[in-house]
Each structure stands twice: as C-alpha cells, then as structure tokens.
C-alpha cells in the first residue's frame, strides 16, 4: 500500500529543545492528520488540517498543511519528558476516501 | 464514557489455533479498521468496515478474518493460517467524510 515519507525516523534531544518532523508524498491530500503513540498504547490524534497553507496549534504543538498538499510539518516547542513517543502522520487523499495513507512515524527521545 | 474498546491487552495463541481479538465502540461511528504493527514500525491495515454487513480487505488480510454484523462491533479472528501473527493489532472507528480515525488502546498477540 502507499505510504508517507516521514521524517526524521528518530529524534534525540535536550529537554527544552524544539522538535520539528514532516511528511511529504509525492500525491496530493486533502486532509493532514498528526497523531502520537505512547509505549503499548494506540495512537492518539493530536492536530487535524483541512486546507492548503493550514497552521493549526494544540498548546506546544504547531501542524501545517503544506501549500502545495503534498506535505505537512509538526513542530513541538520547549520539549518535555511526556512528549516522549512516536509520533504518525497520516493522509487522507480524498473527502471520502475510505482509507488513510499513515507515515513510518518519527520517534522521539528526551534526554533530561 | 464515549471510545473504542479492544480486549484482551495480551492474546496468546497456540500453533494451529484461531484467535479473535475484540473491538467494541460507543462513538455511533459507521467505519472501523482494524491494523496490524510490527515493533518499530508503522501502521498496515488488515480490513476495513464502512457499514454493517460489508468489509473490504486492506493491504495485509491474508491469514485473518472480520465480521460487522453490528454497528459497535468489528471482532477480528487472526487464523492459523496467519503463520507470523505476533503483533500489536489497533482498532480504530471514524465517521463522515473526513476520515479522522479514533484509535483503541491495542491487543498485543503472541504466539506460545
């Protein structure tokens, strides 16, 4: 099946740090969503995006919807010890498509 | 409270033996997926349900089974002729257009 070229695959950082990642393809989406995982759990959606040069916030958490609907970016500011997980990206190409495009997931260490 | 339920947490299974993994919801959503995740890897989906009685494969059915006689209900059987079956299985349900997926907790299968 098609998949999302999510990057980076791993992250390790400073607590404090900013924290950027992004999905891009090489089709065009209609919808962005950025969810996270923590250990033994299921993901959990953190930003949804619906237009084109979309910027959406959740508290530390900034998504964009790239222009061209090709990508999207998360940046997550002044990390901390509970941002610790995987974080998916994921597409749906289409308004009604039955099916998401899921990213590799980028996965996020804290040193304290 | 409103979500997605799977059960068990931990699912072990004997050679030759079928199991079936259980996702539950109360969210009044007409879809349900069911995916398969490997450690360190992101998320394949097995089959996919938009409306009660009907059930499409995904990338990866082989060796598994569905049903959808019920709205709040999408039962998973991992088959014996699923030769590799040790993974984390994620449910997840959605409604609408915009395929925003809401994800359950996760059955980890193993084999003994």
């Known amino acids: 099946g098609q998949q999302l070229n999510q990057s980076p695959q791993s992250m390790f950082i400073q607590e404090g740090e900013d924290v950027s990642m992004n999905c891009t393809s090489s089709?065009?989406?209609?919808?962005w969503l950025w969810y996270k995982q923590e250990p033994g759990e299921g993901p959990v959606l953190l930003i949804a995006?619906?237009?084109?040069?979309e910027l959406t916030s959740n508290g530390r958490l900034t998504a964009q919807f790239g222009i061209t609907r090709k990508d999207s970016f998360l940046n997550i500011s002044a990390s901390i010890p509970s941002d610790v997980g995987i974080y998916f990206c994921?597409?749906?190409?289409?308004?009604?498509?039955?099916?998401?495009?899921f990213g590799q997931g980028t996965r996020l260490t804290i040193n304290p | 409270d409103g979500g997605i339920t799977q059960s068990p947490k931990y699912l072990f299974r004997k050679e030759g033996q079928n199991v079936t993994l259980s996702c539950e919801q109360n969210?009044?959503?007409?879809?349900m997926y069911w995916y398969r995740q490997d450690p360190g890897q992101g998320l394949r989906l097995i089959y996919y349900?938009?409306?009660?009685?009907?059930?499409q494969k995904g990338d990866i059915a082989e060796g598994y089974s569905v049903s959808r006689e019920k709205k709040e209900s999408f039962p998973l059987t991992v088959t014996s002729a699923q030769k590799n079956p040790t993974a984390f299985y994620l449910c997840?349900?959605?409604?609408?257009?915009?395929?925003?997926?809401?994800f359950g907790a996760g059955t980890r299968l193993s084999v003994l």
């Open positions: 994921a597409g749906q190409l289409s308004r009604g498509a039955q099916k998401l495009v």
């Open positions: 997840a349900s959605s409604i609408g257009k915009v395929n925003i997926q809401y």
């Open positions: 349900s938009q409306i009660v009685n009907d059930f």
């Open positions: 969210l009044n959503h007409d879809a």
């Open positions: 995006l619906y237009k084109a040069g």
């Open positions: 089709s065009i989406f209609n919808t």
